[in-house]
């Protein structure tokens, strides 16, 4: 059996008006996060650590930020084709771990939706996905509430 590692890491830019989507639940929040998609920061660091455990490249390079039909897309249908392209290699998800950094709104509350969204997209158990949410201490951009960032690590398998 092989057994592989991938690292994401994501940031958008936030502005006022603009709706926020984490891992597949829009919340109620006064600032949303700015991107080509929906910006959903989350989902997009969870794509590369699972493209990049794959050694599949990136979410950037299967879709594009110039390309306009991924213009305004629900990141849901972009994990869903993630988890289509690794298992077409023969990958299965083992887990993911996922750290949110972000000022406001506070996450926890929505872990569990989050995850349960998520698993069903990704077609895996949910406690196969962790998140964690954390501030950044009101240092840097995270701090000045100017944008959201979220790590992310994948283990895959082949039999």
């Keep these: 059996m092989k057994i592989r590692v991938g690292q994401g890491y994501d940031v958008h830019r936030q502005g006022e008006g603009e709706e926020l989507w984490l891992g597949g639940i829009k919340f109620d929040h006064t600032h949303g996060l700015i991107g080509h998609s929906d910006a959903d920061v989350l989902i997009h660091a969870i794509c590369d650590a699972v493209l990049g ?52 709104p506070k996450i926890n509350p929505h872990i569990p939706a989050m995850k349960k969204c998520m698993a069903e997209v990704m077609n895996v158990d949910e406690e196969d996905i962790s998140i964690k949410a954390t501030t950044s201490e009101k240092m840097g951009f995270v701090g000045r509430e100017e944008g959201m960032a979220v790590h992310a690590v994948a283990l895959i398998t082949k039999s």
């Design 53 to 104: 455990a794959a050694n599949m490249r990136d979410i950037g390079y299967h879709f594009a930020d110039t390309d306009p039909q991924f213009k305004g897309i629900d990141s849901k249908i972009l994990l869903k084709d993630v988890m289509e392209i690794v298992r077409k290699e023969g990958w299965e998800l083992g887990n993911v771990d996922c750290t949110i950094v972000a000022e406001k």
